[in-house]
């Protein structure tokens, strides 16, 4: 059974760059057929998908955030990665990793704080 | 604010039936598979249905997804008071993005 589990710190202070790693059990992460990416919920909000990335590294990303996330794959680990840089208040979320779009993480609580 | 498109909430009384639709547009809904989410509180969402009207196993044949269009829409049926959630609809758009719905709140009254 596939299973998605995130790593990474759950406070990043202001100004510096959230990263975080999904590893994937259960299958292979160079499955030619799906796409893997990141879902945040911010407190008390909706789902907003930020990015996606194929096991050949393709990358796909929300436009409102392009220009601050990289994601990245290593296949050798059978993970996924995610970095946020410039980080504020309004990137405190819930992240989750998602072999997309049917097969999540439990998630991840990241607070942006000093 | 979501592309996709969701009532805010929703509400229904135990045993009867409850749609909630979604709305997009021909570039996402109108050529891709719609996927519907439970979120209970402090949980990550759950899977209820995937292209567009599939069940994973596990989920009751209460819950069914269809699509007609540019819309889909989640039906549950014989509703119980442990369906009090959120659910989330999602598709994948032509150019390879993702989006979801902005969420529905369904209250069992």
């Known amino acids: 059974q596939l299973q998605l589990q995130e790593s990474g710190p759950g406070q990043v202070k202001p100004s510096e760059t959230l990263s975080l790693t999904c590893t994937v059990s259960?299958?292979?992460?160079?499955?030619?057929?799906?796409?893997w990416g990141w879902i945040r919920q911010p407190p008390g909000k909706g789902l907003e998908w930020l990015g996606s990335?194929?096991?050949?590294?393709?990358?796909y990303y929300n436009p409102s955030l392009q220009s601050r996330l990289t994601i990245s794959v290593d296949t050798s680990k059978n993970q996924f990665s995610l970095k946020l840089s410039s980080v504020a208040a309004a990137d405190t979320a819930v992240y989750y990793c998602?072999?997309?779009?049917?097969?999540w993480g439990q998630g991840t609580t990241v607070t942006v704080s000093s | 604010q979501s592309v996709l498109t969701q009532p805010p909430s929703a509400s229904g009384t135990p045993g009867q039936r409850v749609t909630i639709s979604c709305s997009g547009g021909s570039s996402n809904i109108g050529s891709n598979y719609v996927y519907w989410y439970q979120q209970l509180p402090g949980t990550a969402p759950k899977l209820l249905i995937y292209r567009s009207n599939q069940r994973p196993s596990g989920v009751p044949d209460r819950f069914s997804g269809s699509k007609s269009g540019t819309s889909a829409s989640l039906a549950i049926s014989g509703l119980r008071s442990e369906d009090e959630a959120d659910y989330y609809c999602?598709?994948?758009?032509?150019?390879?993005?993702?989006?979801f719905g902005g969420g529905t709140k369904l209250t069992v009254l």
């Open positions: 999602a598709a994948w758009d032509d150019s390879l993005s993702v989006l």
């Open positions: 259960g299958g292979s992460i160079s499955n030619s057929i799906y796409y």
């Open positions: 990335i194929y096991y050949t590294g393709i990358t």
């Open positions: 998602a072999r997309l779009l049917e097969v």
